[in-house]
């Protein structure tokens, strides 16, 4: 079955550090990639996506993520984080056959403090 | 704004008393997703309904019902909650869920947190 690993759990970063959050998948198949953002008390939102194309995503609010296929991967990164950014960041990946459901990593708890 | 909305954002249940809870969406997608979500966890889907066709997932329990009465809205139904039960619930729609390309982006409602007492 399609899984999906977030490598860290909790992040904690100071104003203006850069940041990287790992995600691999297991499917060696065609994947469609997502990042979604839950910041405290609202719901998922989405980030940015990842359909074909350019492996290079670029979101919303500052964000990228690289496709690298080779490693199964898809890497959130952001040069300069915020405060505003304190959120839970989830990976997801679709295997792109048919109807397949959205798998989501267990999620990482990023604290930005001021 | 088109949006999914959850109704209510907050539902206390006791133990065994059926629950329901509510999903519109302004988007006019033809999927609907129920997922569940416990505190530290990733989001589990239970169900979806590609308009009227209704898809369960395979370890979803017999106590969690689905209805979607037209495109606007879909429903859960736990028939008798469990303490097990307490967790986010997240509606999300989508506009198609085959064509593995842009349309099958998911669009979450806030969520229902259920309380189980």
């Known amino acids: 079955a399609q899984s999906v690993s977030q490598h860290n759990h909790h992040v904690i970063l100071s104003e203006a550090a850069s940041l990287e959050l790992g995600c691999n998948y297991s499917y060696g198949g065609t994947v469609n990639l997502f990042w979604y953002v839950q910041y405290p008390g609202q719901h998922l939102q989405l980030l940015l996506k990842?359909?074909?194309?350019?492996?290079l995503v670029k979101g919303i609010k500052g964000f990228e993520a690289e496709f690298i296929k080779s490693k199964f991967s898809f890497n959130l990164r952001k040069p300069s984080v915020q405060w505003s950014d304190t959120a839970e960041y989830f990976c997801a990946v679709k295997e792109n056959t048919g109807f397949q459901k959205l798998v989501f990593g267990t999620g990482t708890r990023l604290l930005v403090s001021p | 704004d088109a949006m999914v909305i959850q109704n209510p954002r907050y539902q206390v249940t006791q133990f065994g008393k059926p629950v329901t809870l509510s999903c519109s969406q302004t988007?006019?997608?033809?999927?609907m997703y129920w997922y569940q979500q416990k505190s530290s966890q990733a989001p589990k889907l239970l169900f979806h309904y590609y308009d009227k066709d209704f898809n369960n997932e395979a370890d979803t329990p017999d106590n969690f019902q689905s209805r979607r009465p037209n495109t606007s809205f879909c429903f859960l139904d736990i028939r008798s909650p469990g303490l097990g039960d307490a967790a986010m619930y997240l509606c999300?729609?989508?506009?198609?869920?085959?064509?593995?390309?842009?349309?099958?982006?998911?669009?979450f409602g806030p969520g229902t947190r259920l309380t189980v007492l």
């Open positions: 988007l006019n997608h033809n999927v």
């Open positions: 990842y359909f074909s194309g350019d492996p």
């Open positions: 999300a729609t989508s506009r198609d869920g085959l064509s593995g390309g842009v349309l099958d982006t998911q669009y």
